[in-house]
């Protein structure tokens, strides 16, 4: 079939993108947004249509964290739109770089409550009340001046999602726009941190008995520099879920992403000095309101806002955390006080043991089953996980993973149906990596469609479903307030049927050894699996 090829509004945001590497797109093709999937095939974009708009946000996330470029969502005007939003509020929360597109009303429609097709009174504040910032453009060059805009944005401040209006006929209009307008612009040169900031820190880290480095998700592109950071100190390092792996978790400086557990976070508040690299020191992450640091507190953020935020700076260094972190190094040398080999901590594995034991009392069954899980996961595993209690009371501690990106989760927005959605993503952006959703039967009933994704996507991806009958935690929670269990047992569908139903195949596992066989046996057959975990047949 021949096709119609005009340069549309449309045509030249896609080819803007394409022109900053992004070769994949999320989202479903509807009546509206045609113009934005005209030109997928000659830019060599790969759409992938998941089954809900919420879902291709999550896979777009999942894609993002892999490749390091924003995770692109197109959708429908009205419905479409307001589904993906969940999405949106996830990356906004976790500081992650995501671009909707979408179609609005056309130009002088706004507003009029005529019955038009996916009519949404106001579409353009919806998205901007959970986005960092939405624009409704009024031409091609405006258009393409925001993806421009965004792209700064993601380079030079915090990563959050941004949203791109345009209206039914401006997508639709054919424009002259030159290449030269549509190129990928160069990212404004790094900010250089303050020479006396860095100075300072060095003093008081060369000075210090027992500092800490504390990373949050603003140091994932820092590894390097952190690891040569801590050698240098021999300063334990622990990191937020979002962080997590920053520093490879079998080092011996490596108290994990266990930031949320006593033991862990009472290292850094009671160091003498804190080194805050990435972190906003949310209630979230921390799970008590605050920190309350005792020592002296160094804060490196690419964003003044941040350096003050929870827990105030002795020293605030405003950079990236590859440069500030350098510059640290170098400071350090400069003074004279290089050790020949890197340096230790010996509380370390007193600090984990700690950690395991406290693991152990929050939640036995829990642990033991993430204990299964992490041994029967292939090395180099991408692990996506959903705000389920195998996942938050669990695997993220007891998995430890050799590089930032492996456990793709959203610690701080807390949603249900993430998990497989971002596997998808994942794996669409890493082949060469197995990729596992690890999620609970309550979160997964969110994002069952997406099986179909997997499928049609011809992708390689096993969910283990962890069974405890329904929401668990919730159901304690109700128990904890007096109130007798409501709304929270579930009805469970026989999953591994589900998944045969969809043209994969489900196991049924109930012990360690069934579950290391299954798993083996997904690796090897490639395609969707399905395996079924019931946390009481398992512990029985």
């Known amino acids: 079939m021949e096709t119609r090829a005009a340069r549309t509004t449309g045509w030249v945001l896609i080819e803007t993108l394409r022109n900053y590497g992004v070769d994949t797109v999320f989202g479903i093709p509807g009546t509206h947004n045609l113009e934005f999937y005209r030109p997928l095939t000659a830019l060599g974009v790969h759409p992938v249509t998941t089954r809900h708009e919420q879902g291709a946000g999550y896979a777009a996330d999942g894609w993002s964290l892999q490749t390091g470029k924003p995770g692109v969502v197109i959708t429908t005007s009205g419905p479409g739109l ?3 939003l969940s999405a949106a509020g996830t990356a906004y929360c976790e500081s992650r770089p995501m671009i909707l597109l979408s179609p609005g009303p056309a130009r ?3 507003f009029a409550d005529v019955g038009t097709l996916h009519e949404t009174k106001d579409q353009l504040g919806a998205a901007s009340a959970i986005v960092e910032w939405g624009r409704r453009v009024q031409s091609a060059e405006e258009a393409v001046q925001a993806v421009h805009d965004a792209f700064a944005l993601f380079a030079t401040g915090r990563p959050r999602p941004v949203y791109i209006e345009v209206p039914l006929d401006l997508l639709e209009e054919e424009t002259e726009l030159p290449a030269e307008s549509l190129a990928a612009r160069a990212p404004a040169a790094a900010t250089a941190p303050d020479a006396a900031a860095v100075a300072e820190a060095a003093r008081l880290l060369a000075a210090a008995s027992d500092p800490v480095i504390l990373a949050g998700g603003g140091s994932r592109g820092a590894t390097d520099e952190l690891r040569a950071l801590a050698e240098r100190l021999g300063a334990p390092v622990v990191t937020t879920l979002n962080a997590k792996g920053v520093l490879d978790e079998r080092h011996p400086l490596s108290l994990g992403s266990n930031l949320r557990l006593a033991a862990a976070r009472n290292r850094a508040r009671d160091a003498d000095v ?4 990435g972190s906003k020191l949310g209630e979230a992450e921390l799970w008590v309101d605050a920190l309350e640091a005792r020592g002296h507190v160094i804060r490196v953020d690419r964003v003044a806002s941040q350096l003050d935020k929870n827990q105030v700076a002795e020293v605030g260094i405003v950079a990236d955390a590859p440069v500030a972190l350098a510059a640290i190094v170098a400071a350090l040398g400069d003074a004279g006080a290089a050790a020949s080999e890197p340096q230790r901590d010996a509380r370390v594995p007193e600090t984990l043991e700690a950690v395991a034991a406290e693991c152990a009392e929050l939640s036995a069954v829990n642990t033991a089953l ?19 209690q195998i996942a938050y009371w669990g695997l993220l501690n007891r998995l430890q993973v050799a590089t930032p990106n492996s456990t793709p989760y959203m610690a701080t927005y807390a949603t249900l149906g993430y998990g497989l959605p971002a596997a998808i993503g994942s794996r669409v952006a890493r082949p060469d990596r197995p990729v596992f959703a690890v999620v609970g039967d309550g979160a997964l009933m969110f994002s069952l469609q997406e099986f179909i994704t997997v499928i049609e996507q011809r992708l390689d991806v096993t969910v283990i479903v962890v069974d405890n009958g329904g929401y668990a935690e919730i159901k304690q929670n109700e128990v904890d307030a007096d109130i007798a269990p409501i709304a929270v047992d579930l009805v469970q569908p026989d999953w591994a049927a589900v998944a045969d139903a969809f043209g994969g195949t489900g196991h049924r596992v109930g012990t360690a050894a069934e579950l290391d066989a299954a798993v083996t046996a997904a690796g090897a057959a490639g395609g969707l699996h399905v395996i079924h975990l019931p946390q009481s047949t398992f512990t029985s």
Do not use: K
């Not at 993430?370 to 389920?388: C, E, H, K, R, Y």
């Open 370 to 388: 993430a204990d299964a899980i992490a041994a029967a996961l292939p090395a180099g595993a991408i692990v996506t996980t959903d705000s389920s």
């Open 108 to 110: 002088g429609r706004e």
């Open 274 to 277: 804190l080194l805050v690299v």
């Open 82 to 84: 307001l589904n993906a």
